[in-house]
């Protein structure tokens, strides 16, 4: 069984910084794209940034130049350094992977619980 697990979340002032990071462990032969997503009270689940494995970053335009993807593959970790934090910024952040379990030769799409970020102005 994989499990995406989420930390670094909580409540910083506008323009303070953050780190998250979601570890995935258990049986993992591979791990292809890793993700950062969020959703705000009331909207949908929008889509952050992604990291391939070979690190290829991309962003939505709303964060850029302010968080950062980067990931440790030995880790099979994905972090998102967040700088210059607005309260816009306030969210449950997901982070999103597509593993290979050792038991597959398939890839399959995985979630994390979420971890709250919250910005005050």
């Known amino acids: 069984q994989v499990q995406l697990v989420e930390s670094g979340g909580g409540l910083v002032q506008a323009g303070g910084s953050l780190r998250l990071s979601c570890a995935a462990s258990g049986s993992i032969f591979s791990i292809n794209v890793m993700a950062w997503y969020r959703q705000a009270p009331g909207k949908q689940r929008e889509w952050v940034a992604t990291i391939t494995s070979g690190g290829s970053t991309m962003y939505v335009d709303s964060v850029k130049g302010r968080l950062t993807i980067s990931r440790d593959n030995a880790k099979n970790t994905v972090y998102l350094q967040m700088t210059s934090l607005k309260p816009e910024d306030t969210a449950v952040y997901y982070c999103?992977?597509?593993?290979?379990?050792?038991?597959?030769?398939?890839?399959?799409?995985?979630w994390g619980q979420g971890t709250q970020v919250t910005v005050s102005s």
């Open positions: 999103n992977a597509h593993v290979r379990p050792s038991s597959t030769s398939t890839y399959l799409n995985y």
